[in-house]
């Protein structure tokens, strides 16, 4: 089936300094839905991008939805320890919303 | 507001052994997904109910998962006989309609098949 590939699988930062999370699709998506999920828990959604170049911010975290609508980003600003988990992206087309495989991000302090 | 209730919240079987998992979505929410995630992926999609109807279950091993959700509330995921493979992470999530909104993620099962 159709794939959300996400970028890196992994990511090592010292606290403070910046991260980014990628998300690419073959085909193109109505929206795109991003999640975090910490050690142990559940997925909670963080944020839903709809139209093409639509950026969104929240405190440190800034999303991006490409003109497109094929891939996405997620910043972060001076990572805190309460940024560690992983972080997914999930791709709406007609068939359903597809996850990717999610970005794993520790913080060294 | 209560989230997306699950139970049990970890199970040990042995291969070839039956299992059922439940679910209670947050009250009014007409969608209800199951899941299943293995340890470093990310959640893969096994069934989408809308209501009482099924809407999705392209992804369902149908030869040994089942699921229902008869009153259009909750409902059950069943896994019989089960694999050593089929060890994950069960979750349900719920929304208030299939399109365009955010999915509510309950705290999921724990299955380990040995």
């Known amino acids: 089936g159709q794939q959300v590939m996400q970028i890196p699988q992994y990511q090592h930062v010292q606290e403070g300094e910046d991260f980014t999370t990628y998300c690419n699709s073959s085909?193109?998506?109505?929206?795109i839905q991003w999640y975090k999920q910490r050690p142990g828990g559940h997925p909670v959604f963080l944020i839903q991008?709809?139209?093409?170049?639509e950026v969104k911010k929240q405190k440190r975290l800034t999303f991006q939805f490409g003109e497109a609508k094929k891939n996405s980003s997620l910043h972060i600003t001076a990572t805190q320890t309460t940024d560690v988990g992983t972080y997914f992206c999930a791709g709406r087309r007609a068939d359903g919303l597809t996850f990717g495989k999610g970005t794993h991000l520790i913080i060294q302090p | 507001e209560a989230g997306v209730a699950q139970s049990p919240r970890y199970k040990i079987i042995e291969k070839r052994q039956s299992v059922a998992f439940w679910c209670n979505p947050i009250?009014?929410?007409?969608?209800l997904y199951w899941y299943q995630q293995i340890l470093g992926q990310g959640p893969k999609l096994l069934i989408q109910f809308q209501n009482n109807g099924v809407v999705d279950d392209s992804q369902l091993p149908k030869d040994r998962f089942s699921a229902e959700r008869l009153k259009g509330v909750d409902s059950t995921l069943k896994i019989q006989p089960a694999k050593l493979e089929d060890s994950a992470v069960y979750l349900c999530?719920?929304?208030?309609?299939?399109?365009?909104?955010?999915?509510?993620f309950g705290p999921g099962t724990r299955l380990t098949v040995t």
């Open positions: 999530a719920s929304s208030p309609d299939s399109f365009a909104y955010e999915q509510y």
């Open positions: 085909t193109t998506l109505s929206n």
């Open positions: 009250s009014g929410h007409a969608t």
């Open positions: 991008l709809v139209k093409s170049g």
